[in-house]
């Protein structure tokens, strides 16, 4: 199979190949995490791209009160994925480190408790969605249409909340094991499936939100059967060969498994789910300032999405490499590669962020176009705002990827509660109730990523996560530094 010349990762890699030419890491390094994390940056951009494609057509459809709406329904529909993708923090740790010691056997284990975890914690959340919508919607605003526009879209979406959640740990499975470029066609796929079921819906058949919630759930369905049928069969049309294959009969309960399951992802759930929880007092505080500022701050957010997705790559390869690196019980490779990665992901970052605020202004244009006079200026100042904090983005990402591959998720989790709840909430707050005003928005997201990323470098710095990761390797003898 032949793999195309990609922007993304030609972009990446000279970011890479400019740090190693300054002798600042290694090469080699640079071009594993590459072809690593490439792949995942780019699911990220179309993941994050139809986000924002989905709010875009909505508004330009329905009105800034429908941006509202979804804004205010977003927090919801995050719990799948902070369920989901915590779940999957403990399946990319176990999946890394069996795939680098060659334990197979173990491997497939852990695919099927993982699975089987995640559905077991969705299942209740997609009941909640569906029968309490705009009872949810309406804890954030007291704005009759856009309580009924939110409840409409968040009721059709907690029919996707497991696959939601399950495409997560589908994708950890493939990263674990050396490969993001399937997934990236999954997923991205996925995306791109998304905004066409979106646009039909929405302008084809005047659907509104309700169009982008069915082409939401359509798409994750889509995904999730892709990613059974590749793991079951062991490879896809036009992917070939993949390098797990799972036996779809064995258990899904081994004792063992999920305790380890759980035990990783749970703190990986808590540091997902502090976001998605702090998205309530958050979009509750931006409703003081009024609808334009809240339409200004979703769509801000929606840009961050795509400025993050950086991270995204950097934070799964990192965890893959370590752990594959850790699981053969070479902690001095480890860290090596972790270092090297922290360093990368941070000039990758200062680079998105310089490009997105060059373009900020006509970016925003697109998601309201005529209709939204007075939500631009607010939107292109949080967007500024949102290229400055992004940067911290870089070390947090980077740093909790070894912690995440070692088994030392908790102190992603503590940074992610301090950084929100004792900083960023706060700061909002003041901004929404003083003469701060605004500021207190832009100061928000700034504190957001600087503080987290400050704890997780300093506990990444103790090496302590290499001695925890001995816990959960498979039997493989002892590490190469005792």
């Known amino acids: 199979m032949v793999r195309f010349p990609n922007p993304v990762r030609l972009l990446i890699l000279a970011v890479g190949q400019a740090l190693a030419r300054a002798g600042l890491v290694s090469a080699e390094r640079v071009r594993r995490t590459t072809d690593l994390a490439w792949p995942r940056i780019v699911t990220g951009i179309a993941r994050m791209s139809k986000n924002a494609v989905d709010v875009a057509m909505v508004g330009l459809a329905v009105g800034p009160v429908a941006i509202a709406g979804i804004g205010f329904a977003t927090p919801y529909w995050g719990l799948a994925f902070s369920l989901g993708g915590g779940m999957a923090g403990g399946t990319i740790a176990l999946v890394s480190q069996r795939y680098g010691a060659d334990a197979h056997d173990e491997l497939g284990v852990a695919v099927r408790a993982s699975a089987a975890v995640v559905v077991a914690i969705t299942l209740p959340v997609a009941a909640a969605f569906w029968l309490f ?3 949810l919607v309406s804890v954030m605003t007291d704005d009759a249409e856009a309580i009924r526009l939110g409840g409409e879209y968040l009721r059709i979406l907690a029919l996707g909340v497991p696959f939601a959640g399950l495409n997560l740990v589908g994708s950890r499975i493939y990263i674990g094991a050396d490969d993001s470029w399937t997934p990236m066609l999954v997923r991205g796929g996925g995306a791109l499936s998304n905004i066409a079921f ?18 939401t759930v359509l798409a994750n369905v889509l995904v999730t059967g892709t990613f059974v ?5 062991g490879r896809l049309p036009g992917v070939g060969d993949l390098p797990v294959k799972i036996d779809a009969f064995g258990t899904y309960l081994d004792r063992e498994t999920v305790e380890d399951v759980v035990r990783i992802g749970l703190p990986v759930v808590g540091r997902n789910g502090v976001w998605t929880v702090a998205k309530f007092p958050m979009l509750a505080i931006v409703g003081l300032f009024g609808p334009s500022v809240v339409a200004a701050y979703v769509i801000a957010r929606r840009i961050w999405g795509i ?15 370590v752990g594959q690196e850790l699981g053969t019980g070479d902690e001095l490779a480890a860290e090596e590669y972790a270092r090297d990665i922290v360093l990368f992901s941070v000039a990758t970052y200062v680079v998105a962020a310089l490009l997105v605020g060059a373009f900020a202004e006509p970016i925003v244009g697109l998601f309201v176009g005529d209709s939204g006079d007075a939500t631009v200026p607010v939107a292109v100042a949080l967007v500024y705002a949102a290229c400055v904090a992004v940067v911290g983005q870089g070390v947090k990402a980077g740093t909790a990827g070894p912690l995440d591959a070692s088994g030392d998720t908790r102190w992603p989790f503590y940074s992610q509660i301090v950084g929100m709840f004792g900083a960023a909430i706060p700061i909002a707050y003041l901004g929404a109730t003083t003469s701060l005003g605004l500021w207190g928005l832009y100061l928000s997201f700034v504190a957001e990523t600087t503080i987290p990323a400050v704890i997780n470098y300093y506990r990444f710095s103790t090496g302590k996560w290499k001695a925890i990761s001995r816990e959960f390797r498979p039997d493989q003898g002892a590490p190469a530094d005792d």
């Open 307 to 321: 400025m993050n997705t950086p991270g995204w790559g950097f934070g799964l390869a990192s965890s893959s490499l």
């Open 229 to 233: 049928a590749g793991l079951v069969a």
């Open 133 to 135: 919508p705009a009872e």
């Open 198 to 215: 979106s646009g039909l819906l929405i302008f084809g058949l005047g659907m509104g939100v309700t169009g982008a919630a069915i082409g």
